[in-house]
């Protein structure tokens, strides 16, 4: 770590990087080659955030030129040619590299065709007995190639959709790749989504074939899902083929082709050349309040944001391994399964994050020799409660960032990173990220090159025109703001499924802003360039004017130890009041007492906004989350706000639907009149 002077008026960063580091970063080169081929800002060795800050402003002002020096830089393989980088600007509708094509899968395998990487691992699979088992280059390629003839074979054409109920184990991965390698659509769950909530989902998109297992293994022990894909197949009368895995050993239902069947014969991978725009994969919204949005991002524009996102900004490249805990139902498993376009061996890790105790997912790293360590917030701030010191019981030697997102991380999570590697390292990058399902990318984080400031993100991501704005439409600095974007992204969607007209499209993202991409996050840009987020802008606390994001009270609140997690919801009432309750689930042993009522509002009190103490605190006995293990806030301030379960939420979206009965109970006790007086005796 470096100990460069600092100016006496900017807080000081927690951790910067070395000049060794920043010199080898792909980053660096690549903004030196940019530079003397394409125009961009010269580099300053000297001064690595400025640089950063240059590099940043010339690639949203000449985005043409700044995604054709990425496609150059990883040398994108374009089959045919394109005509220009952005033959239009305008948001929804942007057309990015008119007239090329090209394939996502090829450039997955790319690294098998070299003899030296052949035989390394390509994908690393884990499950709960932790000991990792290595799936080559040469064998991700044999079978992506099998898997996609056998697909050709069942009729598969470009366009048509290929669905996955799998967990987080190779067979996702060679799945999603020969899915791509045909030119079809990608679509998955992970298999402890119910029936229902997979079928909001593939009912929009009617697939031709289905890729499932019999069951996964969860936190010890085996979870049966054989009803489950029985369902499956008789409510998605668009299946021409089922494929079985059996990873809890069960034989294939009738008319099922066995998996390995399917690979047994490796082949030579035939990779359809689509154009730029080709549909490689749906996405969903948590579906929370509706059906599930179905995003739609493109082959093209997947490839190119990921090589950026992957290459550049993670820093990963030939030598590293990736890992992040994720499941098949999130982003980040796509996120994940792209690091092999950068020459990655990739982690997949399928289990619980807390098995067999909360340390599981550091244990990995050491058994895989992770170099990126991807988590969510929630499992840092876990660890800190549970007293786990992963630098001192793990050999975590090959770690160089631990990376984070699905909710902000607090202050708190970042000095316990810090602090649990300082002795043993000194040296590690932490990389708070933000972005969204929609990119499936991230808005703004990590840069090997920049200081880490506690509580923020290094800084918004090359290529991404990120701004905060005021209700009126105008940038701010230093103050909160929405996230908005504000010139076009190549991952944005190409349409959602379904959606003929765009109107749902439009509605979800260009109401507020015509013509500029709102997110649904408050956020603050600060003066030296980094960004804090704050929450979901569409459940923002907003008393007297102050507005307040949710992950701030949650920081603060779940800081003390008797608290498990916590909701804050705000509400606006009929009569123009304000009621703000906070919900806590209590950790075993807490009680709710008076003393610990003080507490919490002094905690809010002290280190928020006096105006932000809660008008209740209530005890509840959990708090619901959707399937990918977000808080659910405005479903539940809906229920607050008196509507009926089945109009606030979809029950398929919700991890544990029964907790929402409790604050419909609530609801409905609260907006009861009072009893009358009883008459006094005879």
Same mark, same amino acid.
């Given at each position: 770590?470096t100990?460069?002077?600092?100016?006496?008026?900017?807080?000081?960063?927690?951790w910067?990087?070395?000049?060794?580091?920043?010199?080898r970063a792909?980053?660096?080169?690549f903004?030196?080659w940019?530079?003397e081929?394409h125009?961009?800002?010269?580099?300053d060795p000297?001064?690595?955030a400025?640089s950063?800050?240059a590099?940043?402003?010339?690639s949203?002002?000449e985005?043409?030129?700044?995604?054709?020096?990425v496609?150059?830089?990883?040398e994108?393989r374009?089959a045919?040619?394109?005509d220009t980088?952005?033959?239009?600007?305008?948001?929804?509708?942007?057309?990015?590299?008119l007239?090329a094509?090209l394939?996502y899968?090829?450039?997955?395998?790319?690294a098998a065709?070299?003899?030296?990487?052949?035989?390394?691992p390509?994908l690393l699979?884990?499950?709960?007995s932790q000991?990792p088992?290595?799936?080559?280059?040469?064998e991700?390629r044999?079978q992506?190639?099998?898997?996609?003839a056998?697909?050709?074979?069942?009729?598969?054409r470009p366009?048509?959709?290929i669905s996955g109920?799998?967990?987080?184990?190779?067979?996702?991965?060679?799945?999603l790749?020969a899915?791509a390698?045909?030119?079809?659509v990608w679509t998955?769950c992970?298999?402890?989504?119910?029936a229902r909530?997979?079928?909001?989902r593939?009912?929009q998109?009617?697939p031709?074939?289905?890729?499932?297992?019999?069951?996964?293994?969860?936190?010890?022990k085996?979870?049966d899902?054989?009803?489950t894909?029985?369902?499956?197949?008789?409510?998605?009368?668009?299946?021409r083929?089922v494929?079985h895995i059996p990873l809890l050993?069960t034989?294939?239902?009738?008319?099922?082709?066995?998996w390995?069947?399917v690979?047994?014969?490796?082949?030579e991978?035939?990779?359809?050349?689509?154009?730029f725009?080709?549909?490689?994969?749906?996405?969903y919204?948590s579906g929370?309040?509706?059906?599930?949005?179905?995003i739609?991002q493109?082959?093209?524009?997947?490839l190119?944001?990921?090589?950026?996102?992957?290459?550049?900004?993670c820093?990963?490249g030939p030598?590293?391994?990736?890992?992040?805990?994720t499941?098949? %139902?999130?982003?980040?498993?796509?996120?994940?399964v !792209? #690091?092999?376009? +950068?020459?990655?061996t &990739?982690?997949?890790?399928?289990g619980s994050p807390g098995y067999?105790?909360?340390?599981?997912?550091?244990?990995?790293?050491e058994?895989?020799?992770t170099?990126l360590y991807?988590?969510?917030?929630?499992?840092?701030?876990a660890?800190?409660?549970?007293?786990?010191?992963p630098?001192?019981?793990?050999?975590?030697?090959?770690v160089a960032?631990v990376?984070t997102?699905?909710?902000?991380l607090p202050?708190?999570?970042f000095?316990?990173?810090?602090?649990e590697?300082?002795?043993?390292?000194?040296?590690m990058w932490?990389?708070s990220v933000s972005?969204?399902?929609?990119v499936?990318?991230c808005?703004?984080?990590a840069?090997?090159?920049?200081p880490?400031?506690?509580?923020?993100?290094?800084?918004?991501?090359l %290529?991404?025109?990120?701004?905060?704005?005021?209700p !009126? #439409?105008?940038p +701010?600095?230093?103050? &909160?703001?929405e996230?908005?974007?504000?010139r076009?992204?190549?991952?944005?969607?190409v349409?959602?499924?379904?959606?003929?007209d765009?109107?749902?499209?439009?509605?979800?993202y260009f109401?507020?802003?015509?013509?500029?991409?709102?997110h649904?996050?408050?956020?603050?840009?600060t003066?030296?360039?980094?960004?804090?987020i704050?929450?979901?802008?569409d459940s923002t606390?907003?008393?007297q004017?102050v507005?307040?994001?949710?992950?701030?009270?949650y920081?603060a609140?779940?800081?003390l130890?008797?608290?498990?997690?916590?909701?804050?919801i705000?509400?606006?009432?009929p009569d123009?009041?304000?009621?703000?309750?906070?919900?806590?689930?209590?950790?075993?042993?807490?009680a709710l007492?008076?003393?610990l009522?003080d507490?919490?509002?002094r905690?809010?009190?002290e280190?928020?906004?006096?105006?932000?103490v809660?008008d209740?605190?209530?005890?509840?006995p959990?708090?619901p989350h959707?399937?990918?293990g977000k808080?659910?806030e405005v479903?539940v301030k809906?229920?607050?706000?008196?509507?009926?379960?089945?109009?606030?939420?979809?029950?398929?979206?919700v991890?544990?639907?029964e907790?929402?009965?409790?604050y419909?109970r609530?609801?409905r006790?609260?907006?009861?009149?009072?009893?009358?007086p009883?008459?006094?005796?005879?």
């Amino acid at each position: 770590m470096t100990t460069a002077a600092h100016p006496d008026h900017l807080p000081r960063p927690l951790w910067q990087p070395g000049p060794e580091r920043i010199a080898r970063a792909q980053l660096t080169r690549f903004h030196t080659w940019a530079a003397e081929r394409h125009g961009a800002p010269a580099p300053d060795p000297a001064d690595p955030a400025a640089s950063y800050a240059a590099l940043h402003r010339w690639s949203v002002t000449e985005l043409e030129r700044f995604w054709q020096a990425v496609a150059e830089w990883f040398e994108v393989r374009f089959a045919t040619p394109y005509d220009t980088v952005l033959a239009d600007a305008a948001m929804p509708g942007a057309q990015w590299f008119l007239g090329a094509t090209l394939n996502y899968a090829e450039h997955a395998l790319r690294a098998a065709e070299d003899p030296a990487r052949a035989t390394e691992p390509a994908l690393l699979h884990v499950d709960e007995s932790q000991e990792p088992r290595p799936v080559s280059w040469a064998e991700l390629r044999g079978q992506v190639g099998a898997a996609a003839a056998e697909l050709r074979r069942l009729g598969v054409r470009p366009g048509d959709r290929i669905s996955g109920y799998l967990p987080n184990i190779p067979q996702a991965a060679v799945a999603l790749l020969a899915t791509a390698a045909v030119g079809a659509v990608w679509t998955s769950c992970a298999p402890d989504f119910g029936a229902r909530s997979v079928l909001d989902r593939f009912q929009q998109v009617e697939p031709v074939v289905l890729f499932t297992v019999d069951g996964y293994r969860y936190g010890g022990k085996e979870h049966d899902r054989t009803e489950t894909v029985a369902e499956l197949r008789r409510e998605l009368p668009t299946l021409r083929a089922v494929v079985h895995i059996p990873l809890l050993g069960t034989p294939a239902p009738e008319g099922a082709i066995e998996w390995d069947a399917v690979v047994r014969e490796p082949a030579e991978p035939v990779f359809e050349q689509v154009p730029f725009d080709h549909p490689l994969w749906v996405l969903y919204s948590s579906g929370t309040t509706g059906l599930p949005k179905a995003i739609v991002q493109s082959q093209g524009g997947i490839l190119i944001e990921h090589l950026k996102q992957l290459g550049l900004h993670c820093d990963l490249g030939p030598g590293d391994r990736f890992f992040w805990y994720t499941s098949t %139902g999130w982003m980040m498993w796509n996120f994940l399964v !792209s #690091g092999l376009l +950068v020459g990655t061996t &990739v982690v997949l890790y399928d289990g619980s994050p807390g098995y067999p105790d909360t340390a599981a997912q550091w244990r990995v790293a050491e058994r895989t020799g992770t170099t990126l360590y991807g988590t969510s917030a929630a499992y840092v701030m876990a660890c800190r409660k549970a007293g786990v010191h992963p630098a001192r019981d793990f050999d975590l030697s090959r770690v160089a960032c631990v990376a984070t997102t699905g909710s902000p991380l607090p202050p708190d999570g970042f000095r316990w990173i810090h602090d649990e590697f300082a002795a043993d390292k000194g040296d590690m990058w932490i990389a708070s990220v933000s972005g969204g399902t929609d990119v499936c990318s991230c808005f703004a984080g990590a840069v090997p090159t920049l200081p880490v400031h506690i509580g923020e993100l290094q800084a918004p991501g090359l %290529g991404t025109d990120l701004q905060a704005w005021n209700p !009126s #439409g105008e940038p +701010v600095l230093d103050e &909160v703001g929405e996230l908005v974007i504000t010139r076009p992204m190549p991952s944005m969607p190409v349409r959602f499924w379904n959606d003929p007209d765009g109107s749902r499209y439009r509605d979800s993202y260009f109401d507020m802003f015509p013509g500029v991409w709102r997110h649904g996050d408050w956020i603050t840009l600060t003066e030296r360039g980094t960004v804090v987020i704050h929450g979901r802008s569409d459940s923002t606390l907003n008393r007297q004017g102050v507005r307040m994001g949710s992950a701030d009270i949650y920081e603060a609140v779940e800081r003390l130890p008797e608290i498990r997690e916590s909701l804050v919801i705000g509400v606006e009432q009929p009569d123009g009041g304000y009621w703000m309750p906070l919900f806590v689930h209590l950790a075993p042993g807490a009680a709710l007492d008076e003393a610990l009522r003080d507490r919490i509002k002094r905690t809010i009190r002290e280190q928020l906004s006096p105006r932000h103490v809660p008008d209740e605190i209530i005890e509840v006995p959990g708090v619901p989350h959707t399937l990918t293990g977000k808080r659910i806030e405005v479903p539940v301030k809906r229920l607050l706000q008196g509507t009926t379960l089945d109009k606030a939420v979809n029950p398929g979206s919700v991890d544990n639907v029964e907790l929402l009965r409790f604050y419909e109970r609530l609801a409905r006790d609260k907006s009861a009149p009072p009893a009358p007086p009883t008459p006094p005796a005879a």
